[in-house]
């Protein structure tokens, strides 16, 4: 079959490089597949659950924004604003954090100076890392409030 070299960086470190089967990346035009012998394509990613199968297995990779590059020689490279392993992933504080955003989104319906659209990024952000992390632990989704 062949294989792909890929590798996710963010502005922190380099979260993930080997050679992979394949990758499911969630792109502002929909989700994409790519495999070796991928034509050469660039771009724009969206909030979401990136999937990437190896010699190990799926992994799942939580990912908020980026751009992704299908280079020729099997390369696929992501350049993520944020992203993490589902291994990674702190339930606490990613559950934490969306409540926090949630709080000042409420404060700002009663009149404060808020940037709502940072505070939905960074809920949208929070709800994906919180998915993807009750996913790979196999735990049910939180009840609704």
């Known amino acids: 079959m062949g294989t792909l070299h890929f590798k996710i960086a963010t502005p ?5 490089e080997k050679d992979i089967f394949q990758v499911s990346i969630p792109t502002t ?3 994409i597949t790519i495999l070796p012998h991928h034509i050469p394509l660039v771009s724009v990613l ?12 799926e992994h799942l990779i939580a990912i ?5 590059e299908v280079r020729g020689k099997n390369e696929v490279v992501v350049l993520a604003s944020n992203a993490e392993l589902e291994t990674e992933i702190d339930l606490d504080r990613a559950e934490k954090a969306r409540q926090a955003a949630i709080d ?7 009149g404060e100076d808020i940037d ?3 505070l939905q990024a960074t809920v949208d952000r929070e709800m994906n890392r919180l998915k993807i992390a009750r996913k790979y632990r ?3 989704p939180p009840k609704e409030n």
């Open 12 to 16: 922190e470190k380099v979260v993930y």
């Open 138 to 140: 196999k735990l049910p």
């Open 116 to 118: 709502f659209a940072r």
């Open 64 to 68: 908020a924004g980026g751009f992704m």
């Open 104 to 110: 000042q989104m409420a404060r700002a319906k009663a």
């Open 29 to 31: 035009m929909g989700e």
């Open 46 to 57: 969206q909030t979401g659950e990136m999937r990437v199968k190896d010699a190990e297995g």
